[in-house]
């Protein structure tokens, strides 16, 4: 199973960006995918999950109301849709699929498989 995320780059604040994690060797629709960021100097965490057991997306508070997940299981494809972006986003995103329990879906441990990371910087 392999993920390449991608989209990254240089954005200012107030600007936009869409995050893509395509799936080769499995089915995007079979798992949860999370999207994780880590900043330097800070641990990894959570920012929005897409649950396939209820088909709803979940978002930290630091990122809700700003970012959107969503798939195209056309293309297994999952993207993270990020606006109003500000400094404090700057970080490496990772995408991430599993098979999580509903409780433990914001649990980094939970996630099989990894994308190798894309950086985001935002700043002016």
């Known amino acids: 199973v392999q993920l390449q995320a991608s989209g990254g780059g240089l954005v200012q604040p107030g600007g936009s960006l869409r995050l893509s994690c395509e799936a080769s060797g499995a089915t995007l629709r079979s798992y949860t995918v999370a999207w994780f960021r880590q900043a330097p100097g800070k641990e990894r965490e959570a920012v929005s999950i897409?649950?396939?057991?209820?088909?709803?997306?979940y978002y930290s508070d630091s990122v809700k109301g700003r970012f959107a997940v969503s798939r195209d299981n056309a293309k297994n494809t999952a993207y993270l849709q990020m606006n109003i972006l500000q400094p404090d986003d700057t970080a490496v995103y990772y995408c991430?699929?599993?098979?999580?329990?509903?409780?433990?879906?914001?649990?980094?441990?939970?996630?099989?498989?990894w994308g190798q990371g894309t950086l985001v910087t935002v700043s002016s």
């Open positions: 897409s649950n396939r057991n209820n088909n709803r997306a």
């Open positions: 991430a699929i599993g098979s999580p329990i509903l409780s433990a879906q914001w649990d980094s441990r939970m996630y099989h498989y």
